[in-house]
């Protein structure tokens, strides 16, 4: 079963970047439709962009042009490249995975992203 662990979080000002990235092991990564999902504090986990084996891109709207999903199929990773931060960015960044069959949906145990001046 793919093994999730995501990367990248910490500390920044608003209008800030960081990088997430998360390495994937265990399966055929191209299998899979890749996800990243975030919780802000006492709020639900909410979806944020995916990416699908062919690398077809799709975003929530809340960060649309701001944020940028991608995949390396060869070294099994994905990255979220996050610009323009702001402070309801703020939150636990998942990644998550779902094969192109049938099967669970994975997750790792993601990373925290802090927006503050």
């Known amino acids: 079963q793919m093994q999730l662990v995501e990367s990248g979080g910490g500390e920044v000002h608003p209008g800030g970047s960081l990088t997430l990235t998360c390495a994937t092991s265990?399966?055929?990564?191209?299998?899979?439709?890749m996800h990243w999902y975030r919780q802000a504090p006492g709020k639900q986990r909410e979806w944020v962009a995916s990416?699908?084996?062919?690398?077809?891109?799709t975003y929530d709207d809340l960060v649309k042009g701001r944020f940028t999903i991608s995949r390396d199929n060869r070294k099994a990773m994905m990255f979220l490249e996050m610009n323009g931060l702001k402070p309801e960015d703020t939150g636990v960044y998942y990644c998550?995975?779902?094969?192109?069959?049938?099967?669970?949906?994975?997750w790792g145990k993601g990373t925290l992203v802090t927006v503050s001046s």
């Open positions: 998550s995975a779902v094969p192109l069959g049938t099967g669970p949906r994975l």
């Open positions: 265990g399966s055929i990564f191209s299998h899979f439709t």
């Open positions: 990416i699908t084996s062919s690398s077809n891109k």
